[in-house]
C-alpha cells in the first residue's frame, strides 16, 4: 500500500539550528519533508574542497588514495569511499578501507571544521541532542564509512527510488542486525553545477511493509510520479538537506553544463537500542 503525503520543508540557516532541536524527529515522524540547513559552511571552505576532490580525479591531492568506485554507467557518477548500497569490494574491503578514508575525508574541510565535527554535532543539535556516529562493524574496532562523496559529470543523474528499498540488498545483512530498517538521509553540497543535480522529492509514499527491492524493474511495482507532486531542493554549497528519504520517491535531476556536482550523503537509522543514530555511506 502507498499514500500521499504532505510535502513540508524547514528552511533554516545554521546558526539558527539551536532553536529547532526537534527538526529531524518530525522529519521521522511525516510532520517534515525535509529540514535544508543553510550555510553548514562558508563557500570558501567548500570551494577549497572542491579543488580537492577535483584533483583526486586525476590521481593528486588528499583523496587521491581512495578507492572510487562508480554507479551503473548510465548515471555517469562515481564515488570515493565504498558505497554500501552498490559494494565493490565486499564488507572486509570495506572496514578495513574506513580508517584511511576518513582521515583524508577529514582533511579537506578546515581544521576542527571536519565532518565529524560540524555535520554530526548539527545533526544531533537538530534531534534533540541523539548521539550520531557510524555503527560498529563485526569485528571489534571495525566501523561502517560515516559517509561517501559522490560526484556526478555532465548528464549524471539518479533515478526515483525510495533508499528504504537498498535495506533489502545483501550487503546491508549485518547492519540490519544493529540498525532498524526505515531509512532517512543527509546530503552536503559542495558546489553547485551550471544547472540541474536537484534533489526533487514526491508526495508518493512507501511503507517499509510495501517496499521492493530496486532492482525489480517492474513497471507494475512502481508509480506513476508524473500523477505526483513533488517539491525541488537546490542547495548552494555548504548546504545541507535532511530528508525523508526512506519512505519518499525521491530522484536527482541530470546535471546540466561541465561541472562535476559534488555531495557527501549518509544514510541514517536508529540504532535498535534507541541510544544513538548510526550514519553510513
Known amino acids: 500500500m502507498t499514500a500521499s503525503a504532505p510535502l513540508d520543508v524547514l528552511d533554516i540557516p545554521a546558526a539558527d539550528a539551536p532553536r ?3 527538526a529531524v524527529t518530525d522529519v521521522r515522524a511525516g510532520r517534515l519533508t525535509a529540514v535544508i540547513v543553510r550555510g553548514v559552511y562558508q563557500a570558501d571552505e567548500m570551494a577549497r574542497a572542491t579543488e580537492e576532490l577535483e584533483q583526486a580525479i586525476h590521481g593528486q591531492g588528499v583523496m587521491a588514495g581512495v578507492r572510487r568506485t ?3 554507467a548510465k548515471f555517469n557518477g562515481w564515488f570515493y569511499g565504498q558505497n554500501l548500497n552498490l559494494l565493490a569490494g565486499g564488507l572486509p574491503d570495506y572496514f578495513s578501507e574506513e580508517p584511511d578514508f576518513v582521515r583524508r575525508l577529514e582533511a579537506i574541510f578546515p581544521p576542527g571544521l571536519g565532518f565529524s565535527d560540524r555535520i554530526l554535532a548539527l545533526l544531533a543539535a537538530l534531534d534533540e541532542g541523539r548521539v550520531y556516529r557510524p555503527p560498529p562493524g563485526p569485528e571489534p574496532g571495525e566501523r561502517y564509512h560515516v559517509t561517501t562523496i559522490r560526484g556526478h559529470g555532465p548528464g549524471g543523474y539518479i533515478p526515483p527510488h525510495c533508499d528504504n528499498e537498498q535495506a ?6 549485518h547492519l540490519l542486525t ?7 538521509s543527509m546530503v552536503l553540497a559542495f558546489n553547485r553545477p551550471a544547472g540541474g543535480g536537484v534533489l526533487e522529492v514526491y508526495d508518493h ?3 517499509v511493509s510495501a517496499r521492493v527491492p530496486i532492482t525489480a ?3 507494475f511495482l512502481r508509480p506513476d510520479l508524473s500523477r505526483c507532486r513533488s517539491v525541488l531542493l537546490p542547495l548552494a554549497p555548504g548546504d545541507l538537506v535532511i530528508v525523508d528519504s526512506g519512505r519518499h520517491y525521491h530522484r536527482v535531476t541530470p546535471v546540466e553544463g561541465v561541472t562535476t556536482r559534488w555531495t557527501a550523503c549518509s544514510f541514517m537509522s536508529h540504532a535498535l537500542d534507541r541510544r544513538a543514530i548510526y550514519c553510513w555511506g
Do not use: I, M, R
Request: avoid cysteine.
Open 20 to 22: 529547532h532541536p526537534a
Open 70 to 72: 562508480t554507479f551503473p
Open 168 to 173: 533489502l540488498n545483501p550487503s546491508y545483512d
Open 178 to 184: 544493529l540498525v532498524h530498517d526505515d531509512l532517512f
Open 205 to 207: 509514499v512507501v511503507p
Open 217 to 219: 524493474g517492474s513497471t
